[in-house]
């Protein structure tokens, strides 16, 4: 089973940037469709972006042209580039995996929290 870890999260003035990582353990994250989503307080949990593959990646329209997913050629971390972040963006984010078969993300990460000030 695979199991997740975010990390990179913290405190970022509006208009700044943030890389947040997302590593593996029990398995390689390889065949996986991994996606990050937020959670904001008092709003329910949003989807940000997923990747299957390099040329396969979709994103919130919020976010589309400021947030990049990526992933490493080993396939055991996925990465969130965030920049241009404005407040409205602050939120626990986390990671998930799926296989692409599976209709939900069932395996999840703790969260990291990203907060920008205005």
């Known amino acids: 089973q695979v199991q997740l870890v975010e990390s990179g999260g913290g405190l970022v003035q509006a208009g700044g940037s943030l890389r947040l990582s997302c590593a593996a353990s029990?398995?390689?994250?390889?065949?996986?469709?991994m996606g990050w989503f937020r959670q904001a307080p008092g709003k329910e949990r949003e989807f940000v972006a997923a990747?299957?593959?390099?040329?396969?990646?979709n994103y919130a329209d919020s976010v589309k042209d400021r947030f990049a997913i990526s992933r490493d050629k080993y396939g055991n971390t996925v990465y969130l580039q965030m920049n241009s972040l404005k407040p409205e963006d602050t939120a626990v984010y986390y990671c998930?995996?799926?296989?692409?078969?599976?209709?939900?993300?069932?395996?999840w990460g703790q969260g990291t929290q990203v907060t920008v000030s205005s």
């Open positions: 029990g398995r390689s994250l390889s065949g996986f469709v």
């Open positions: 990747t299957y593959t390099a040329s396969s990646t």
């Open positions: 998930a995996a799926k296989t692409r078969s599976e209709t939900a993300f069932r395996v």
